[in-house]
């Protein structure tokens, strides 16, 4: 079992940047994918971003591609998501998610098939 701590959410303005970062631990996860789904109000759960942690291919939907980058620091099994020109939109529940597959692969399953998910953290834009 993969443990997932998230960090960084918080209230941010239209326009602004927010950084969250993942710690997993508890598990190997050197053949895993880590990355990000989040749920807004009212909507089912949805996958943001994803990263493979052994080789760094990721996957992005297609709402956040070229405001949202996804890394990773191998050495410390941490997970980042730079969020740039945030919207209301991207308003909602970002939860880090593990599963042992590709970055692709667990950002394309439906949310009931991802092996491990954190607790979750607020993002809320708003001016």
């Known amino acids: 079992q993969v443990q997932l701590v998230e960090s960084g959410g918080g209230l941010v303005q239209p326009g602004g940047s927010l950084r969250l970062s993942c710690k997993a631990s508890?598990?190997?996860?050197?053949?895993?994918?880590i990355g990000w789904f989040r749920q807004e109000p009212g909507k089912e759960r949805e996958a943001v971003s994803c990263i493979s942690t052994l080789d760094g291919k990721s996957y992005y939907a297609d709402s956040v591609k070229g405001r949202f980058k996804i890394t990773r620091d191998s050495a410390t099994n941490t997970v980042f998501l730079q969020m740039n020109s945030l919207g209301p939109e991207d308003t909602g529940v970002y939860y880090c998610?593990?599963?042992?597959?590709?970055?692709?692969?667990?950002?394309?399953?439906?949310?009931?098939?991802?092996?491990?998910w954190g607790r979750g953290i607020l993002v809320t834009v708003s001016s």
């Open positions: 508890g598990a190997n996860v050197d053949f895993f994918a």
């Open positions: 998610v593990a599963d042992p597959s590709t970055a692709e692969s667990m950002c394309t399953l439906p949310p009931s098939l991802v092996d491990n």
